[in-house]
Structures are given as C-alpha cells and as structure tokens.
C-alpha cells in the first residue's frame, strides 16, 4: 500500500493527497493499493508540482495498523508527526494527535 506525500509550497508543512486535495494528516491519505492507483496518485503529484502547489513529490509505503493509516519508513514516521525534540509543537501537539497516541 503507497500514498503520495509532499511539502506544500507555501509553508513547507508535510501533506498527504486525500480527497482531491492535500491533507495535513497521513491518516486521511488516499492509499493506493494497485499499480494503477499508484500511477494516478504519481500523475496528480506531478501536476500539483508543476503548478506550484508542493515540492518533494513521493509515493511512500504505507501500513494500516488498528484501522490508522501508519507510514512504515522512519523517515516518513517522522514526517507525519512533527519535530522529534519538542511533543509540545507540530502536528504532534494538535488535539487529534494526542487522541491517537
């Protein structure tokens, strides 16, 4: 399972595609679970890439544990949640991630 992860242009927060837009949370990704899918979801970053809307434009592997969308990569891991020195900012401290943890 793949979903296409960015950073938005405007303000370099990590997103994930979700719904014909861009979501600032993994959790409501379109996943991709075929070739196809991910060959859609690869066609829709490269449009919003050329029209400036994200950069860093990538397909990522993702797992769904307990019914949450879970990136399986560190890297990535880290990416959804936010800074790894501070639990009290980014997306880390928001309302919904302390109802997830």
């Known amino acids: ?9 405007s303000d370099g927060i990590a997103v994930w595609y979700a719904d014909g837009g861009w979501a600032e949370t993994v959790g409501h990704a379109d996943i991709a679970h075929d070739k196809a899918a991910e060959d859609r979801l690869e066609a829709v970053g490269a449009a919003a890439a050329a029209n400036n809307e994200v950069v860093d ?7 769904v544990v307990n019914g949450l969308v879970e990136p399986v ?12 020195i501070r639990t009290d900012i980014g997306k880390q401290a928001s309302p919904a991630a302390a109802r997830a943890a």
């Open 73 to 84: 990569r560190l890297r990535e891991k880290i990416r959804a949640a936010g800074p790894t």
């Open 1 to 9: 399972m793949k979903v296409l992860t960015a950073n938005r242009l």
């Open 57 to 63: 434009v990538n397909l990522i592997d993702v797992t």
